[in-house]
DNA sequence: CCATACATTGTGCTCGAACACAGTATTGCG
DNA sequence: CGCAATACTGTGTTCGAGCACAATGTATGG
């Protein structure tokens, strides 16, 4: 029961610490024989270094440096620093600085920037958001070969080395399927695209696949599926039109954080038989959720995402823990009832 | 931006690094003056010690004991293991000592006999179900005047000191509530209490006023809500004559995590247009769930509660971190699109 | 045969906090 | 004045791991 310490183990062995700790750390100028044996018995004792012990002589202070999306300029980040400041609260033993480094997410060239900032603050670690398919990809890459680990959130992309947090973004879309066909009898759905400036298409098709595969599952289904893609400036004239062209739709599902704008259209438009599922807890759409205009929010949970991203980083620098290749989130359903909780945590 | 030790401030102070420590841990036998000005400096750089080197040096073993249902005698109870263990890898780089002690869930002689077999295990914190609300209340006391900190889930014993971690039960049946307008049209809805062997009568009864809550507050709703007490032992010819006199029913509510009873009876008297919202992911209301019979399960995640409370402790026992007196976990919708991950996690 | 290179092993200090104990100064009392 | 009690203050060791450096022992070449 009781731990060993290097002490113990020199003394098992007849050799002193200092042999001990040499096969440990295999630093060499050990006798083959000698080593054998120290090898078997820390194996045989299933030897545990104290990590308290080796932190405090070691005494390091850890960089981490993030690459995020500026929260001025798009709300839904904001909740983000909050996760990490939890994360960073965790572990205020351990001397960890940080240094975000916030980007327009409207603009590749911002991105590109506070990258360039992000690596003249030499960290050992790197939490980011690779929001831009192709520059991320450039940009992980140069990562790699500094050998700098990086934990990924929001964005997977493929094939690369870093570690990813985030949601199946298809099953997101087939949640979002089940819950619209539990509230609605009949008549006709839309899956309603709204572009944001910057491009989340692999988002937006991936949910969509998975909110038509729901529906192509179930036998006898024959309702139609209609699709409608908006470009962010236009929203309202065309959503307009688009409802004016389809008087028997019950039923949108909107595949990004903007369902508020159709919840504003509906509202005014008194259309509020029409059921609508969107994404994330903006305070507009959370108002919508409230009053009723909005059915069901689907939470993609960024302030965890971000929490846990740092707080992988973290067990790794400290206590050498594996960082997973691949976390994904629950998908949380929320409704008018359920909504307090998680606009706190 | 560094960090201060305690020897730079005794340089600081011009005293050495005992004075120092003196002053830190009110040990007496410093100047007046010499106090006070140790402390203003301290206060001034806001020092903070570095606990990695105090809990090398304190090097003690935390023995935590935890008082909780036998989930070989209910299964909800089985993945507080997972939860528990989750929060011990996590601190693994601390020397923590875990006694379970398991009671009979129908069995309240058992839970004062597995609670005298941990006083005797020397406890320094203790997690707690305290389910039986008259004896967890003695025992409780108990504790207090051996001063030892207690953390309890699931159930609140209010007016006690114990910090309590779990659900708003009351809300949790406004979730029910909602979910149930926004699936069903109109018919009438049916409140089931199954009773357990053990009372959760507190539990039942809070979640029902929750979904009547609801209810009340919608202008313009006239459908019933009926209720409906079954005793365990009699379940499935109580519910078939429930069923039969009760033809118009459309939505069933089963306050606790025995909807599976009622989606047996629903599935083989082919009643599947009642919709039908439960508690908790067992196995067997999963499979209802994933085959359409049960449409909604409200998720308490015990596996989260058992861990966050012993994460709560052991925060405490290490870095003298403050234990929330109250902690209440978001409530999850589950369907059957969004079940998977919550089964893991 | 001794000096030197080389392989191997042991010793001792460090990280920062905690605390026992030794040391110094001041006061009171016979 | 002297001696002890009291009131402070400073020193040194410990926790376990990591690492620099000292200290062994062995072999090789001149």
Known sequence: MKKYTIKDIAELA???????DRVIHKRGNVAKDVEDKVKQLLSDINYQPNLIARNLKNNRIYQISALLPDPQKDAYWQVCSDGMQQALSEFSAFDIRMN??????????????????????????????????KEAKTVLEEYKSLNIQVCTF?????????????????????????????????????????DEKYKNAVHMQEKEKGFKSYFEDLKGFKDDILKCKIRYTETEDKLRDFLKDHPNLTGIFVTNSKAFHVARL?????????????????????????????????????????????KFLIEHLVFEKDIPGQYLLPIDIINSENVKPFLRA
């Open 14 to 20: 007849g050799v002193s610490k200092g042999t001990i």
């Open 100 to 133: 975000t480094f916030l980007f327009d997410p409207t603009d590749t060239k911002s991105f590109i920037k506070q990258h360039k900032k992000l690596l003249d603050s030499t960290p050992d670690m790197i939490l980011m958001v690779p929001l831009f398919y």
């Open 154 to 194: 929001n964005n997977q992309i493929d094939a690369s080395a870093a570690s990813f947090i985030g949601q199946d973004l298809y099953q997101s879309g087939r949640v979002a399927a089940k819950l619209m066909h539990s509230i609605i009898d009949n008549g006709d759905m839309a899956i309603i695209h709204i």
């Open 266 to 310: 509906l509202e005014s438009e008194n259309k509020n038989h029409i059921k609508l599922v969107g994404y994330d807890l903006l305070e507009e759409n959370v108002r919508f959720l409230k009053n009723g205009v909005i059915d069901f929010l689907i939470h993609q949970n960024p302030r965890q995402q971000a929490y846990l991203g740092l």
